[in-house]
């Protein structure tokens, strides 16, 4: 079902009553952009580095369609029932309210989005609002001010005095409002004038009036007109100011918006279900909840604390469990895989009286459908992982997150090599980079130049950092000592362990003196060297002419394109793996 | 006439024709965005402090709708014949040629253009694309690396490696590809593999069958595969790879777009009319010919060898001659003035077999039709200034530019005091600053705290800088001696004299000592000189309640709403007029 603003408010009890029925939920988003042009990700990157990295890029981009579908177990029929939403959500200014933001859109995201089918008018029409906590606090203070305003306003005067010139003009305004008093009128528009004119005479009327007359200024045409109307009371006139701060309130009400359906789903504490979801994650907390933390361990506490049960299919479906049985993790391929052997499914439907997708739609990157076949995937993994442990009836798998337990909280991070993730509700893992170095060396150096430098110790990884610098990976992880060694002369470049280049990058030790440089450069005899090795068994070069498209996810497959002829140009965007 | 990427190839010669025979053409653009929250002009910025500041903008929001009306006087009918194009602009990603470029966009302005119903699925799908000379410039040398690497890789081979778990699969190709040459096929689909074997068969099939078959990998579904080609003969493969660089030439061909017109106009040396034509300006020059420079001088030289003969309608009817018959500068005001007495309008038609606009068109802030009004507000104030210099005639009024000389080359800028104005062919207005002082004082105070400090020497303008500094001008400019000498001695506040400020700012001279400070609080006395004294005179608090509308121009009419009371949020955003 598709939700904008018009029948968003419509919709809300519904969802609430989803929220509270459902076994799981599943989410995606669509955004404006995934990278600024900074804060490349490396491979060998910590949990907290990246997580440093990506929190820039969440706070300038916006989320514009958020998809949400909820799955309940309906043990009775054994099958799950699902109902998908396919939120636009687009925030408008308010004046002294809501900031007029300034946000940040990728252009290739963009021309994705609109490939996608992705509709831009109605986003910026009819998207729905949202406030995270410091947003609605703002707001609160802005209505707590008019309020003050308000009060104030019928006490004092704002001590303006009126210039000799305008003392007339004003005099007859006094005049006319004298005479609309004693008349039977109920309104009055006073003589057009600028905004200081209509300063002083709100003044005036102030000092004059209180009790019997309130101006409003509105635009007639091109023109801004007072008009004066009568109170009826001073009791009615309480009551117009109490309207007013009670319209600003259900205005607020609104702005929140689709903060309202995140609020919903923490307080559920349901299972929550994301592929890749990593981003997701991010933008949700800092869009819908409250900013991202500076600090990673403060984010691992935030994340966990407000989704206590949420589960990554990436980061499933990449697992040991899964590595021999699924080729790629991309989605649609993964959701392929999974509906064939060893795989099954159990049996899905439509809720009644619901809105949902059908697997075939093909609506890809509609973050709705998207939401849908990230639920059914878990649907997939999790029956898998039942049956694996000898449990073949659905109630029994799907009675509780047992089989799930072991990914529970584990967020895949994309790029990052051996398949790490943040674990939100523990530590991360801290793989061995005892086989990684950081290298510096011309920028002339091409890939083959690093690959043949190592050529004596096997295969490499390179994961690009500059044009001059890099971590090297050997794939013999045993040869590391001996490579380092051997390496340690080289005069055109120089080398270092990973755990040091770490501590300098802490600034947690001076920096020692640079490695002991070879007279003879290494380059010459690195021509003659070539194809005498045996060396490299792939994993560099593969982001030289990686796909634009902006999908994370899909940026994993890349290709070398028609002229064979690997070119260092990009490469240093992002290491990733071949497949 | 509405141009996007569909049509804008096969409207180009008519937009040719349009420009060599129009006696003059009137441009607007719509922007993603038109200020970033940082940059705040002040209305004593000087035009090079202006500069420097919208330069920023200027390269991060986005041109998104280009405006261009043709006005050609035909003397045998006289009458203005006129022609519009409405040019949606936007600019797609391409891999290793064009930047996937980030842009910036300012929420007002996006919800101005949707509520003006500008169509941004239309702008994405088919906007027309443009390159100024440096992206063309690096468009150029991808496609000469491309050659190059063309050139190189029928000479030499990439030399990596084939690791021995891959010799077998690499074999069994080999063997494909022989069996493939000596068969009747044109072209085989290989085995799927990833992206490093299709890097070594590529290699492979170079070394092996260098002028027998070509390699391409196309995408089959979701996967990636490689298809081999025969080639004929050396010849055909030399007509290949040639093919493939004029390709990648036409394809430049296409995304230097929109440039072209830009370019196009900069040749004719015609006259160009625009109303608050700076950001129009300076959007066209970094967008669509060269990125502006950073030093204001230079943008000068640049702008006016460009652009020779240049006005801008908002700056005419600004300036003396039309003080008293202009109430309002705001393009539609100012065209509905200029239709009645004594103004007297050209009689105008649409050009034979084209489209254009009706001044009656309900399409205000769609460029096409912005561009035709202002080119009609131009006719309107061009006659009027031939009138009053004793010319009756359209043929003389219209046949030079003798009447519109003190115009030529000054562009209004928006915000400054004094109706300043960037003279590209000359020196800017240099006005007295006198009667103006720098004030910094606690946050608390407000409007009206400063006000009352000044008014023993009458009515003050507030320029905001802060929430604690502002610029106050006296409006009695004989007063600013004894104003300074009196207010020396605040200790709640600190006074300086424009120039000095400004010589700190430059960093002319070291910081002197800070004014002398009087011991007694004057703030305590304010509140008792209230109503005794008739200083103010307008000319603050105009921004404490501006409008979001984003259209600069309009962001100088502004209002107090209806608390009357006036508030100093958002005072210091910038300050303007009352009117």
Redesign the interface.
């Known amino acids: 079902m598709e939700v904008t603003q018009a029948n968003f408010k419509a919709t809300l009890p519904e969802i609430e009553t989803a929220i509270k029925n459902c076994t799981f939920v599943s989410i995606d988003t669509e955004l404006t952009?995934l990278k600024?042009?900074l804060n490349k990700i490396n491979a060998f990157d910590t949990p907290k580095q990246y997580y440093e990295k990506v929190i820039k890029d969440c706070r300038q981009f916006l989320v514009v369609q958020y998809g949400l579908t909820f799955f309940r177990y309906d043990e009775a029929a054994d099958v799950f029932k699902h109902k998908s939403y396919n939120f636009y959500i687009f925030?408008?200014?308010v004046?002294?309210c809501v900031t007029?933001?300034?946000?940040?859109?990728?252009?290739?995201c963009?021309?994705f989005?609109?490939k996608n089918g992705f509709?831009?008018?109605k986003?910026?029409?009819d998207g729905i609002s949202y406030l995270n906590n410091v947003e609605e606090d703002m707001y609160k203070n802005s209505i707590e001010?008019?309020e003050k305003?308000?009060r104030?306003?019928s006490n004092k005067s704002?001590?303006?005095?009126?210039?000799?010139?305008?003392q007339d003009f004003v005099d007859s305004v006094v005049k006319e409002l004298q005479d609309f008093l004693a008349s039977e009128e109920n309104e009055k528009e006073l003589p057009k004038c600028?905004?200081?004119l209509?300063?002083l005479i709100?003044?005036v009327a102030?000092e004059k009036f209180q009790d019997q007359i309130?101006?409003?200024?509105r635009v007639v045409g091109?023109d801004?007109i007072l008009f004066a109307k009568k109170y009826k009371s001073q009791i009615e006139r309480m009551e117009i100011d109490e309207k007013k701060i009670e319209d600003m309130q259900n205005s607020m009400n609104d702005y929140i918006g689709f903060s309202k359906v995140i609020r919903m789903i923490i307080e559920s504490e349901k299972l929550v279900v994301g592929h890749n979801v990593m981003l997701d994650l991010l933008h949700t907390i800092h869009k819908f909840v409250t900013p991202l933390p500076e600090d990673y361990d403060d984010f691992k506490e935030c994340a966990s604390s407000l989704f206590p049960k949420i589960v990554d299919t990436k980061h499933i479906s990449s697992s040991e469990s899964f590595k021999d049985l699924v080729n790629s993790t991309?989605l649609?391929?993964l959701l392929e895989t999974l509906q064939k052997e060893p795989f099954e499914m159990p049996k899905i439907e439509v809720e009644e009286n619901s809105l949902s997708y059908n697997i075939n739609d093909a609506k890809e990157h509609e973050a709705g459908y998207d939401s849908f076949i990230t639920g059914v995937a878990l649907l997939g993994l999790w029956k898998y992982l039942g049956i694996e442990k000898g449990s073949f009836h659905n109630d029994d798998i799907f009675a509780n997150l047992e089989f799930l337990k072991p990914y529970l909280n584990k967020i895949f991070l994309m790029y990052l090599s051996d398949n790490q993730y943040a674990h939100l509700s523990g530590p991360d893992l801290n793989p061995s980079r005892e086989h990684v170095f950081y290298l510096t060396f011309p920028k002339e150096w091409t890939p083959?130049t690093i690959?043949q430098l190592f050529?004596p110790f096997g295969?490499v990884y390179i994961a690009w950092l500059s044009e001059a610098s890099a971590f090297v990976a050997l794939h013999k992880k045993d040869q590391a000592a001996v490579a380092l060694k051997t390496l340690s002369q080289g005069d055109t470049y120089s080398i270092m362990t990973f755990a040091k280049r770490q501590a300098l990058l802490a600034g947690l030790r001076t920096i020692a003196p640079s490695p002991i440089k070879r007279r003879k450069s290494i380059e010459g005899s690195l021509q003659t060297k070539?194809?005498k090795?045996?060396?490299?068994?792939?994993?560099s070069?593969?982001s030289s002419?990686r796909?634009?498209e902006p999908i994370v996810e899909e940026e994993q497959?890349?290709?070398?394109?028609?002229?064979?002829?690997?070119?260092k140009?990009?490469l240093f965007e992002v290491a990733s793996n071949?497949?």
């Open positions: 952009g600024t042009s925030r408008k200014p004046r002294n007029d933001q300034r946000f940040l859109c990728q252009t290739s963009i021309d989005l609109i509709d831009f008018n986003l910026f029409k001010e008019t305003r308000i104030e306003s704002s001590g303006i005095s009126i210039p000799a010139e305008h600028n905004a200081f209509r300063l709100y003044q102030k309130s101006l409003e200024t091109k801004r991309v649609a391929q083959n690959v050529s295969g070539r194809r090795t045996n060396s490299f068994d792939g994993g070069f593969s002419k796909s634009i497959q890349t290709d070398q394109g028609a002229s064979g002829s690997p070119s140009q990009g071949w497949d």
